[in-house]
């Protein structure tokens, strides 16, 4: 399996509050939540929910885990959100698809359907890309994805950048942290102005040499 991230961010690179204002997404003062709500037109949408239907299985950190499980798995939401929950194809897919939990904390998980990773992670993570499929999945769950980056285990990026800058909030990439080159295989704008950009790493950065280019005068 080819291990994939799915992640909204704002151009400051903000992923912290996309959906709301939820005590979860108020953690460390955050204020300015919900600035993801109605960006992305229906293309967008659609993209989105063929990503969610093109993956073999699903990762989260344990935060992002208990929300989506929350709102997308609860028995009580699914009946009230449509008469079929196979009718919404978010639904659909997170509860069909196999669900793996990177958490030391949160041992007995109640989604069905869910395997939860802990000890060494990499190896578990390894072990998976190693088996045939698709997407192994990773949307939200920024402490996650920062860790899965600086071990060199994501083989692809989507970042949807919705064009606000809301100035506080927890970054995908971190001030200081490791450096990556990438390599676009998709760029696309919709016509709400929401960018979508697929990128592969593509090792490390190449610099500048800045002795090698002063000016001699």
């Known amino acids: 399996m080819k291990l994939t991230t799915m992640t909204q961010i704002t151009v400051d690179g903000v992923m912290q509050g996309n959906g709301g204002a939820s005590d979860e997404e108020r953690r460390n003062g955050f204020e300015r939540g919900g600035w993801a709500m109605g960006a992305g037109d229906s293309e967008t949408v659609a993209f989105i929910n063929r990503t969610y239907q093109g993956a073999d299985a699903f990762m989260f950190g344990r935060r992002t885990y208990e929300l989506f499980s929350g709102y997308w798995g609860a028995e ?3 009946r009230v959100a449509a ?3 196979r009718s919404h194809p978010i639904t659909d897919a997170l509860n ?4 793996y939990l990177v958490s030391n904390t949160l041992t007995e998980p109640r989604w069905a359907n869910t395997t939860v990773l802990s000890g060494d992670v990499a190896s578990s993570i390894a072990e998976l890309n190693t088996k045939p499929g698709g997407d192994l999945q990773v949307h939200g769950s920024g402490v996650l994805i920062r860790w899965l980056l600086e071990n060199g285990l994501v083989d692809e ?5 919705v064009p606000v ?3 506080q909030g927890m970054r995908l990439f971190p001030d200081a942290g490791p450096d990556l080159a990438l390599e676009l295989v998709d760029s696309r704008a919709d016509t ?3 960018t979508i950009q697929v990128y592969r790493p593509a090792g490390a950065p190449h610099y500048a040499d800045a002795a090698a280019n002063q000016d001699d005068g």
Request: avoid cysteine; hydrophobic fraction near 40%.
């Open 76 to 78: 009580e939401r699914v």
């Open 83 to 85: 008469e079929d929950p």
């Open 96 to 99: 069909t698809r196999p669900k």
């Open 157 to 161: 990026i989507t970042l949807l950048i």
């Open 165 to 167: 800058v809301v100035g």
């Open 192 to 194: 709400k102005g929401v």
